[in-house]
């Protein structure tokens, strides 16, 4: 596949994501939120939370979360750790050397925000008295890993872009 092809499927699989994620945030996040009873549901959290945040969210939330958090974890939240692995892999990727070693950690962030996702809506289905403490650690720190991953990832492709930019204007690449 050449370069160019490389770019156009980045810039594709680009525009898809931040158009689902946007979706995502815009629309569908406030009205899980609101159905949370006003708290922020557990994956959008960075700093992780404990088994009272658990089940806090859970007592605080309306009739009907549950199964909203559940359709939303299997259709939309799908969609956004594999669109955003793919352009996170994609960018890094075109960049050769180095940012196709780094290029690991797109497919790092799709992994472990799917993991994230599994393990968060096995704790919104179980009854709030039964949630673990150590179901909740893992959970936890599977979200705080997806959050740092995230962020590595958006500083390495903006750094691969700023780079190719720099070597273009040296008569480099």
């Not at 658990?54 to 939303?72: I, K, S, T």
């Not at 994609?90 to 960049?95: A, N």
């Not at 403490?133 to 990832?153: F, Q």
Request: charge should be neutral; charged fraction near 15%.
């Amino acid at each position: 596949m050449t370069y160019q092809i490389q770019m156009r499927w980045f810039w594709l699989t680009t525009a898809v994501f931040f158009l689902v994620y946007g979706l995502l945030v815009g629309w569908v996040g406030p009205w899980l939120t609101e159905l949370a009873g006003g708290l922020p549901v557990l994956d959008t959290r960075p700093m992780g939370y404990t088994l009272d945040d658990v089940r806090g969210l859970l007592n605080a939330a309306q009739p009907g979360f549950v199964e909203a958090y559940g359709h939303v974890a299997t259709t939309w939240d799908r969609a956004v750790p594999v669109l955003a692995g793919a352009m996170f892999t994609l960018g890094l990727w075109t960049g050769g050397g180095i940012w196709r070693l780094l290029a690991v950690l797109g497919v790092a962030y799709g992994i472990a925000d799917l993991t994230e996702n599994a393990l968060v809506l096995r704790l919104m289905r179980t009854m709030p008295d039964e949630i673990t403490v150590d179901a909740v650690a893992r959970a936890s720190a599977v979200s705080v890993t997806k959050w740092v991953l995230v962020g590595l990832c958006f500083v390495s492709l903006i750094g691969r872009f700023v780079a190719g930019l720099f070597g273009k204007t040296r008569g480099q690449a």
